[in-house]
């Protein structure tokens, strides 16, 4: 099928926790949707079934609860009754927006998902309501090509939204298509977490994933692309996902990826948005014979003389490293109940650092989640403290086989290359107990090679 994401460079309010009233509210959203709808039409020349655009797209960030008020839609979240707000605007009050969205993807007969502010009231009966009896939700839409309002979704894991309430239940939404059967849905942050991202994929058998995103970069394990990447290859589905477009702010990255191959845009030095439209199979069942999950070995270490371990600091966490010297080499790095190992070779020698990293511990800063890490990255310099350091570019072409003892079955594997691009690897998967991670010559310089493990039951 044809899939389209955009990349939006989004219209901002110049002072977010001003008070405004709802005209000028949807003045400023007007002018993020009339570029919306020029990309809906955009997209659905090129034949695309459906397009998906950025969390926070059309009224930006950093409100407060009250500032944001007035950019609020009403949309009911109950699954009764199918409403079309394009043919039926006058049902609800307050739905401006919606109706807009609605009428996009039925004049061009496309399958449209947004992200938006919701709003509910509520009854002081209600254990969760909010003090001033209403709910704010962070809220994706999805319609079909008739304009039907056809699933929502309520972000479940809010990151530092002051402005949002956390639903009182997390939400499983899919919706249906006639071209790709069902996709699921879900916001930003609740990518790294179970609920309900994780749960909902398992529980429905889902292959078809639509990701809206107002990602901040972090190098070199968090980097909007290759995460996404490596999600879509842990669960073996594919992901449209559609970031939001301020370099200033470390916000790009955006793709439609399958588990083997992306087509993908990070561009921290232009500015306007961009549209991504891309051919996509269809992933029917779970024979996953894209990725040879078999081969591949584990050695036990002997007893050679290994580089003395680093600490540095890495993504706020205190890894544990060794470098990584020489042409080629066999190590080992441990740290808790984990390790990890390296068989590396490289037939270039180049002036630069590479060092193999370790991390078994609960993360806390930005967000508390447990982190498995096993990484392979290229230093900021020469020196170990500049190990765990953002890098972009890089020119080591490195074969490696990397694997770990991970404790969870849930791991992201991860493989950066020079310039922020994505590299494929040829094999991964576990053997005797370990996940390993393997690639015979990288396309371009090594960035991050890494087992990222989520164990969720520890957060």
Not at 63 to 89: A, M, Q
Not at 160 to 183: C, H, R, S, V
Not at 363 to 368: A, K, N
Request: charged share 15%; net charge negative; proline share 5%.
């Amino acid at each position: 099928y044809v899939a389209a994401v955009y990349e939006h460079e989004s219209v901002l309010s110049p002072n977010p926790t001003a008070l405004v009233d709802r005209r000028s509210a949807l003045e400023l959203m007007g002018r993020n949707l009339d570029i919306y709808e020029q990309q809906v039409v955009a997209a659905a020349r090129q034949g695309a079934q459906i397009i998906v655009f950025p969390e926070d797209g059309i009224h930006g960030f950093n409100f407060t609860r009250s500032s944001i008020y007035p950019y609020l839609d009403f949309v009911l979240h109950s699954d009764s009754g199918k409403w079309n707000p394009c043919r039926e605007p006058y049902l609800f009050n307050d739905t401006e927006v919606i109706q807009r969205l609605s009428c996009m993807a039925l004049k061009n007969k496309i399958f449209l998902v947004a992200n938006l502010g919701t709003k509910q009231p509520c009854e002081h009966t209600d254990p969760h309501c909010p003090s001033d009896g209403r709910y704010q939700f962070n809220t994706n839409v999805a319609f079909d090509g008739d304009g039907v309002l056809v699933a929502t979704y309520r972000k479940h894991n809010l990151y530092f939204e002051y402005a949002f309430d956390t639903p009182p239940q997390p939400d499983y939404k899919l919706f249906d298509t006639p071209f790709a059967g069902e996709f699921g849905m879900f916001t930003c942050f609740d990518i790294l977490f179970f609920e309900p991202a994780v749960k909902l994929i398992k529980q429905y058998g889902l292959k078809q994933i639509v990701y809206p995103t107002a990602w901040m970069n972090q190098l070199p394990l968090l980097s909007a692309v290759e995460f996404q990447q490596a999600f879509a290859t842990a669960f073996n589905v594919n992901i449209l996902a559609a970031n939001i477009h301020h370099p200033t702010l470390g916000m790009t990255g955006s793709g439609i990826y399958t588990p083997v191959k992306s087509f993908i845009y990070h561009n921290m030095e232009s500015y306007g948005g961009k549209l991504i439209v891309a051919e996509i199979p269809v992933i029917t069942t779970d024979d996953e014979t894209n990725l040879e999950k078999t081969s591949g070995r584990v050695s036990e270490k002997g007893n050679e003389q290994l580089p003395p371990p680093f600490y540095a600091e890495m993504m706020y966490d205190n890894f544990t490293f060794v470098p990584v010297w020489g042409g080629k080499g066999e190590l080992q790095v441990c740290a808790n109940s984990l390790c990890c190992y390296l068989n590396y070779r490289r037939d270039v020698l180049s002036d630069e650092l590479y060092a193999l990293g370790v991390f078994d511990g609960l993360h806390t800063v930005h967000g508390t989640y447990y982190v498995q890490a096993c990484a392979l990255v290229k230093c900021g310099g020469l020196s170990f403290s500049t190990c765990g350091q953002e890098v972009t570019d890089a020119t080591a072409v490195i074969d490696f086989q990397l694997w770990g003892n991970m404790s969870t079955p849930y791991i992201f594997p991860l493989l950066l290359t020079s310039g922020i691009t994505l590299d494929f690897a040829d094999h991964m998967g576990w053997k005797n107990n370990h996940y390993f991670i393997s690639k015979n010559r990288t396309s371009s310089g090594l960035l991050t090679a890494a087992l990222y493990g989520r164990w969720y039951e520890k957060d």
